[in-house]
């Protein structure tokens, strides 16, 4: 109950900013932000910047200093979900229980909404960088963009769509998931850690606590495509077998899998040792991303 309470407060403080970051104009593009909105405000976990202000919090107590970097996160994370659902990607129609973007506000407006996504995350976070008056800040938007691009979530999507020609091990397939569902994770974590001042070593035992929550959160995925449904997981299931995708499961059984996302949260777990009971957060929440429904 403890953790849920915590959870839900970060929650709800992202989202009273997120709800306050693209303002709806009467202009020639108001379209735009009502896409960008559809899509930023239709819900979701906000993972990524929870994880921000909880690697934040074991080392600094004012959360609002991270918060704009924390929204930003999840601007870039829409954006990427927004892309995905496009016919020239997954091809899903609908996501967090809603028609897609694209089958909203069409394939145009929903390619220029993630752009505009994408810009906007840079917008906050060198504004929030410009008001701290921060190196650590600088620093941390280096990350952020390491992470979405070519060597991180962009390229992620690229060795997805490879996959069924250039994904032949286990191993591929976790080199896959490392840049696309792991690099905006593991950078979150490390934005709060960096912007909280945390030290080399704290920083380094974060990353690998993102690293196997990363894999055991993407292996839960593979597994609640095939096992869920669409009302508890907001979008059709089945998607990556009707696409044709390298899954964990074209690997593994269903029982390896759930053991292996077992084993990982285990060891995300015992990569927190050093923070002691300051961390009961962050292994609360690692046990929920991988007991979740959707």
């Given at each position: 109950m ?32 009502e ?5 930023l ?14 690697a ?25 979900l ?54 650590n800040?600088l ?7 390491e ?25 591929d ?10 690099a ?61 995708k ?28 050093i ?9 609360q ?10």
């Amino acid at each position: 109950m403890e953790f849920k309470i915590w959870f839900n407060e970060k929650v709800n403080i992202v989202n009273e900013y997120l709800n306050k970051i693209i303002i709806e104009k009467d202009n020639p593009q108001k379209i735009i932000y009502e896409a960008m909105n559809y899509s930023l405000l239709s819900g979701g976990k906000r993972l990524r910047p929870v994880l921000l202000i909880g690697a934040y919090e074991l080392f600094g107590d004012d959360i609002y200093k991270a918060l704009p970097f924390a929204c930003s996160m999840e601007m870039i994370h829409t954006y990427s979900l927004i892309h995905d659902d496009l016919p020239a990607m997954d091809n899903d129609d609908y996501r967090r229980g809603k028609l897609s973007n694209h089958k909203k506000f069409g394939e145009a407006n929903a390619i220029l909404a993630g752009d505009a996504l994408l810009n906007k995350a840079f917008e906050t976070g060198i504004e929030a960088a410009i008001n701290l008056n921060s190196k650590n800040a600088l620093t941390v938007l280096k990350i952020i963009a390491e992470s979405s691009g070519t060597e991180g979530m962009i390229g992620g999507q690229v060795a997805d769509m490879e996959g069924e020609f250039n994904i032949s091990s286990i191993e591929d397939l976790k080199y896959m998931y490392s840049l696309k569902t792991g690099a905006i994770i593991k950078s979150s974590i490390k934005a709060g850690a960096i912007l909280a001042g945390a030290s080399q070593d704290e920083i380094k035992a974060l990353e690998t606590y993102a690293e196997k929550i990363g894999i055991a959160f993407q292996i839960e995925d593979d597994i609640l495509d095939v096992v869920s449904t669409r009302e508890k997981l907001g979008k059709a299931i089945g998607s990556d077998t009707a696409n044709n995708k390298t899954t964990y499961l074209s690997f593994k059984s269903m029982e390896a899998a759930k053991e292996d996302v077992e084993k990982f949260t285990l060891e995300a777990i015992e990569s927190l040792s050093i923070f002691g009971d300051k961390s009961k957060y962050l292994i609360q929440l690692a046990k929920y991303l991988t007991g979740r429904e959707n």
